[in-house]
């Protein structure tokens, strides 16, 4: 069985995650990065439910455990910084995780994990991007941004939410690819003060606004602004410059109460700033005869599931294991890939986007409400009974074995 050539294209964490797996097996990959570096950026990421034991799998789960951010859990907290409901971690290492999952860990040091685990198997280009591809019976022949030309035998798409190698293989005529729920989200690092602490704090303000602060390192702190909004207008910021998107985001959040004047004012010369529009990435499939989809930019759960990472983790070890197993028929490994991963994808993409009315209230009336409400549930623990009795795997989801080919169901 002759090793295949495979080119991946995005260098976050779910194509090294893939390519983890494809180069155990032997194969020849090449990773295609367009930032001309490894982008070891961003903000706090989680990993949780299955994605732990692909974590464990991998034999990386002591190097994340030795990077984890230290955060006992999530306080809601009013304009005088007075918490009016705490929801700790589940750090007893039984049962499902809460809002803060016991692995909490900053999307740069996954990313460094992963490189790490991969850098010595693995071609890594960085700067460099797929500017379009023919495919054919046998073979991808990929264009790159730098005038290159090469073929490989498959191309997997694992270039996020906005992924072009999707809409390359997408109908013209097919439907929008994202489910819209109408939230907008920032993040920027600021200083870290003294009210800084391991729990991360939420404040909601009327106006359906929520800034959150979370805290990974004894200087920085994590700010998180995020608001309903359905207007086209909107919805076109994340295309403006940063200049545009901050001044947006200054009038948007001016006046929110707690500590949003110094989080405004640490946006003015922050080097780590973020928007985008919260969506799940929905279509009827992920592959197109050699190319196939990964992670984001197949079946982006949103950051609202606290799934992302861990979509991406699941949906690289068993897309690796079919590609493994039926390397001499890769239609019947994109097939397995999809039948084994959808139910598990259908489960975590499962969210009412009507709560958000409620996680995001108009009034000042609503947000008092919010907090009684979540004061209420944390006083009799109902959020940490039900993490402790709940099984870790969602949706009883089973991940595949290495050595067992799917069955028919």
């Given at each position: ?11 976050g964490?779910?194509g090294?995650s893939l ?6 097996a032997?194969h ?6 367009r930032?001309?570096?490894l982008?070891a950026t961003?903000a706090q ?5 299955q994605?732990?034991?692909?974590i464990?799998r991998?034999?990386?789960i ?7 951010v230290d955060?006992a859990g ?8 007075n ?11 039984k049962?499902?995780q ?11 040091d996954?990313v460094?994990?992963l ?5 010595d ?8 991007s ?18 290159r ?12 939410q906005?992924?072009r190698?999707?809409k390359?293989?997408?109908?013209p005529?097919?439907?929008?690819p ?15 003060a ?5 729990l991360?704090?939420v404040?909601?303000a009327?106006g359906?606004r929520?800034?959150?602060c979370?805290?990974?390192?004894p200087?920085e702190?994590?700010?998180y602004c ?7 207008e909107t919805r ?17 959040f001016?006046?929110a109460?707690w500590?949003?004047?110094r ?7 922050t080097?780590n700033?973020?928007?985008q529009e919260?969506?799940?990435v929905?279509?009827d ?8 989809l990964l992670g ?8 609202v599931?606290?799934m992302g990472?861990?979509?991406s983790?699941?949906?690289?070890y068993?897309?690796g294991?079919?590609?493994n ?9 994109f097939?397995?890939y ?5 139910p ?6 499962v969210?009412?986007t009507?709560a ?5 209230p108009e009034t ?7 907090h009684?409400?979540m004061?209420?549930i944390?006083?009799?623990?109902i959020?940490?009974l ?10 009883g989801w089973k991940?595949?074995?290495l ?5 028919d169901?």
């Amino acid at each position: 069985m002759a090793p295949l050539k495979i080119l991946i294209c995005g260098g976050g964490c779910a194509g090294p995650s893939l390519a983890f797996w494809l180069a155990r097996a032997g194969h020849n990959i090449t990773i295609v990065e367009r930032f001309p570096a490894l982008r070891a950026t961003g903000a706090q990421i989680d990993i949780r439910a299955q994605g732990i034991e692909v974590i464990k799998r991998m034999g990386l789960i002591d190097i994340v455990r030795s990077k984890v951010v230290d955060e006992a859990g999530m306080s809601f907290v009013d304009k005088h910084n007075n918490p009016k409901a705490t929801i700790l971690a589940n750090k007893s290492g039984k049962g499902a995780q809460t809002v803060t999952s016991e692995f909490e860990i900053m999307r740069g040091d996954l990313v460094r994990i992963l490189y790490n685990a991969t850098k010595d198997n693995v071609n890594y280009i960085f700067g460099v991007s797929v500017d379009r591809f023919e495919q054919y019976e046998d073979r991808v022949e990929v264009h790159f941004s730098d005038g290159r030309t090469d073929t490989f035998d498959l191309l997997v798409g694992a270039d996020g939410q906005g992924s072009r190698i999707r809409k390359a293989i997408m109908s013209p005529d097919a439907p929008e690819p994202y489910r819209r729920m109408g939230l907008h989200a920032f993040y920027w690092f600021v200083p870290r003060a003294e009210m800084d602490n391991n729990l991360a704090k939420v404040h909601h303000a009327p106006g359906r606004r929520a800034i959150m602060c979370r805290s990974h390192s004894p200087t920085e702190a994590q700010v998180y602004c995020a608001f309903r909004d359905e207007s086209e207008e909107t919805r076109s910021i994340p295309k403006a410059s940063v200049e545009k998107q901050k001044e947006f985001l200054t009038q948007k959040f001016r006046g929110a109460g707690w500590e949003t004047d110094r989080f405004l004012e640490g946006l003015k010369t922050t080097n780590n700033f973020y928007c985008q529009e919260i969506v799940q990435v929905k279509i009827d499939s992920w592959y197109k005869n050699r190319v196939v989809l990964l992670g984001d930019s197949g079946y982006c759960p949103s950051p609202v599931t606290g799934m992302g990472t861990t979509a991406s983790l699941v949906g690289a070890y068993v897309l690796g294991v079919e590609i493994n197993r039926n390397s001499e028929d890769l239609p019947q490994a994109f097939a397995n890939y999809e039948k084994t991963l959808r139910p598990f994808i259908n489960e975590i993409q499962v969210f009412n986007t009507g709560a958000l009315r409620y996680i995001f209230p108009e009034t000042e009336w609503g947000v008092s409400f919010f907090h009684f409400v979540m004061g209420a549930i944390c006083f009799f623990r109902i959020p940490e009974l039900v993490a402790r009795f709940s099984s870790e795997e969602r949706g009883g989801w089973k991940l595949p074995d290495l050595q067992t080919p799917v069955q028919d169901q």
